[in-house]
């Protein structure tokens, strides 16, 4: 069997034409279709000159052209460098200018997002593209040693580095998948992640090289469990991946029936299957650079605690390393290093970061490499690993990995930020900035600074608060003390007043909602500044109250009545329109699930009753 995945893609467009290989909302894909259409991108590639070693951008929404687009790079022969047009700009125009690709596939209107060989677009050069042979591919020589694809993840030198993947670790990872998993005709599969991010690698190949259909939710409900259930129940899927954190929601709900394997990675894990689950929970780790997947585990239902993060895939090694790089003991704690066909050649562009982090197997051949992930872990005696933490700064946030010194750099470029720094404190992203001084003092400057970072970095890296320092705070050796740096929020007070009647909850929810601090116990007592607010948020949750209670509340209440208990006492004095509470009670019954006590309490505290 070819290790190319496009032959192995071929092999079935060729084997069952008619079978549906590519589903979504608005249309789908058999694999006679995903072929012709791929071979004829494909042959138009290479007529702009695609071919091994050359990088093609592909900067398209998941969609049907996304997929073909990426398979028709892979038959030209090139790499693809994929890139979700829902990413800010401005770092989509970093990136290019990084990765310099030959060309960008694209369909969005206006300018080409960076600096970039030829632009390709899907819609405008349609005709051109529809002139190429379809029935047949173009014969380029492709090595398993050539390049796949290439994709950026958060770089702790300040910007995103390009990991490159040969077509032997995306062959590893597609073959040992299908194998463990048993994927086949008869399976459909989501892909759900966002094209910037390897864990779409794992959800379309494997799919797409074993004749399974691969179905692609709309983006609304994409992230929320209740509906993402409804659709994959929908949809009839039986082999999905979440990431960690929105698998632990929806293993809190029934799961769908036609499920048999839910995959996950990507954090900590700290959930399991409920006794009794219809499906198998695997959990996954491993970094983009060892190709998406090196260990493995399935959880058992029922059992508590963190599972382990399993033992190493078929064609790859776990070494556990020292300092001095010689191997500990089992059991003792070491960082945790990856060799085998997994491994990616580096990052593009940048020697001395690959010579860093790809470094000499000393355990291995002559000639082999480990990469140094920088995660802490130990080994069983029969290979089972457990992961214990960082040994840097790099953190996941909502299953995304971030370097706090890439975001740092981005607020560092608000021009009125002479230093910055970022840390995660109560489990948000937290930047920390020194004003420059003499700068006009408005107060606006925290939420500048993340209007700013807005700008430059994808949502996920975008920091939840920004609070001004004197100055950042250094250990002895200059880095950054982390440890050292305040969390903007107030401990939760000892004596905790939680709301007292069913108005102060409502009004205490909605409060916590729009300060997206949640989980934070409520205390009728907190004041919106502390804990964050301004006023863009004050006029955020003064309609989401008028909403609820149908007043007309000020927008500059939040002057006036910061805390909980003073905005419900004046929600209490101002006149609600006629009527309107009674529909609130009953929207809130069904919301929050208030009793009919519940309700009748609340509509006699506000008077409607
Ligand atoms: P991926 O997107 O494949 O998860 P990234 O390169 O974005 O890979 O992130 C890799 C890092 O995420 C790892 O080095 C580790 O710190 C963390 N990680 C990944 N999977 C797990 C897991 N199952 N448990 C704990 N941490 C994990």
Redesign the pocket.
């Given at each position: 069997m070819s290790v190319l995945i496009h032959h192995r893609v071929a092999a079935q467009a060729a084997a069952r034409p008619d079978a549906p290989a590519v589903v979504c909302a608005v249309g789908a894909l058999n694999y006679r279709a995903l072929d012709e259409h791929a071979n004829r991108l494909a042959h138009h590639l290479v007529s702009l000159g695609t071919g091994p070693e050359s990088l093609v951008a592909v900067h398209l929404p998941r969609s049907l052209d996304s997929v073909v687009a990426m398979l028709a790079v892979l038959k030209a022969g090139g790499a693809y460098l994929p890139l979700d047009p829902a990413q800010p700009g401005a770092r989509t125009a970093r990136i290019l200018a990084d990765a310099a690709p030959d060309v960008l596939v694209t369909d969005a209107p206006g300018d080409t997002p960076g600096p970039v060989g030829t632009t390709l677009h899907l819609t405008h050069d349609a005709p051109a593209i529809a002139a190429h042979p379809e029935v047949t591919a173009p014969e380029v020589p492709v090595h398993p040693d050539n390049l796949a694809y290439v994709i950026h993840?958060s770089g702790s030198t300040g910007a995103p580095k390009g990991v490159m993947v040969p077509h032997a670790g995306l062959a590893n990872l597609v073959e040992w998948h299908v194998d463990r998993y048993g994927v086949g005709s008869g399976d459909r599969t989501s892909h759900l992640a966002a094209l910037g991010?390897?864990?779409t690698v794992w959800e379309v190949w494997p799919t797409l090289a074993s004749g399974a259909t691969l179905h692609l939710p709309s983006e609304v409900g994409r992230t929320q469990p209740e509906q993402l259930l409804r659709w994959l129940t929908a949809e009839g899927i039986t082999v999905a991946f979440l990431p960690?954190p929105l698998a632990a929601e929806v293993l809190r709900l029934p799961g769908p029936s036609s499920l048999r394997t839910l995959l996950?990675?990507?954090?900590?894990?700290t959930v399991a299957p409920a006794p009794g689950a219809a499906y198998e929970l695997v959990?996954?780790?491993?970094?983009?650079?060892a190709t998406?997947?090196a260990t493995a585990a399935t959880v058992p239902a029922g059992t508590p605690g963190v599972p382990p993060?399993g033992k190493p895939i078929r064609g790859v090694r776990v070494r556990l390393l020292d300092d001095d790089a010689r191997p500990v003991p089992d059991n003792a704690e070491g960082e945790l290093c990856i060799s085998g066909t997994g491994l990616a050649r580096g990052y593009l562009g940048s020697p001395r970061l690959t010579a860093e982090r790809f470094t000499p197997d000393p355990t291995g051949p002559a000639g082999g490499r480990v990469y140094r992930?920088?995660?802490l872990a130990t080994q069983l005696s029969d290979g089972t690993v457990h992961?214990h933490g960082?040994l840097d700064d790099?953190v996941?946030l909502r299953?995304?990995?971030v370097e706090p010194a890439e975001v740092a750099a981005a607020l560092s470029e608000h021009p009125d930020v002479v230093n910055a720094a970022v840390a995660v404190r109560s489990g948000l992203l937290i930047g920390y900035v020194v004003p420059r001084s003499g700068r006009d003092d408005s107060g606006d400057l925290p939420e500048a600074v993340r209007a700013h970072a807005a700008v430059l970095l994808p949502q996920h890296m975008v920091p939840a608060r920004v609070m001004l320092l004197e100055e950042i705070p250094v250990t002895l050796h200059g880095k950054v003390d982390r440890n050292a740096l305040p969390d903007p929020l107030p401990a939760v007070p000892d004596v905790v007043v939680g709301p007292r009647d069913a108005v102060e909850a409502m009004v205490a929810e909605t409060w916590y909602e729009v300060l997206e601090l949640s989980d934070r116990p409520a205390h009728v007592h907190d004041d919106f500044y502390v804990l964050g607010g301004h006023s863009l948020l004050a006029h955020r949750l003064a309609v989401r109250l008028r909403d609820l209670f149908g007043t007309r509340l000020p927008l500059h209440f939040a002057l006036t009545a910061p805390t909980i208990a003073e905005l419900t006492d004046e929600l209490r004095r101002l006149e609600p329109a006629p009527g309107h509470l009674a529909e609130v009670a009953e929207r809130h019954r069904q919301v929050a699930q208030l009793s009919d006590e519940d309700v009748e309490a609340l509509l006699a505290q506000l008077g409607d009753a």
């Open positions: 993840t991010f390897d864990a960690t996950t990675g990507g954090d900590v894990l959990n996954h780790y491993g970094p983009t650079e998406v997947v993060i992930t920088g995660d992961f960082r790099q996941q299953g995304f990995r």
